[in-house]
């Protein structure tokens, strides 16, 4: 794993763990998804710094995973 790929992990890492955390404290789903979202857009992200080359700026990163 590069640099880029870690400090993406560990973004993704902070956006689940929010995620796990606001999840049935009577948040909506609507609100909790949104941190799962973002975690599944930075883990694509990490996934496509393989490459040694920026992704591209875009939030459909998972749909390409």
């Known amino acids: ?3 880029h790929q870690q400090l993406w992990w ?3 890492a902070c956006d689940h763990a929010a995620f796990k955390e606001l ?3 009577g948040f909506a789903q609507c609100h909790t998804l949104q ?9 694509a992200k990490a996934y496509f ?8 700026k875009s939030h ?6």
């Open 35 to 43: 941190f799962l979202q973002m975690a599944t857009e930075k883990i």
């Open 49 to 56: 710094w393989r490459s040694g080359s920026p992704p591209p």
């Open 23 to 25: 999840r049935g404290q």
């Open 10 to 12: 560990e973004q993704a």
């Open 60 to 65: 459909a990163g998972f749909v390409q995973f």
């Open 1 to 3: 794993m590069n640099q």
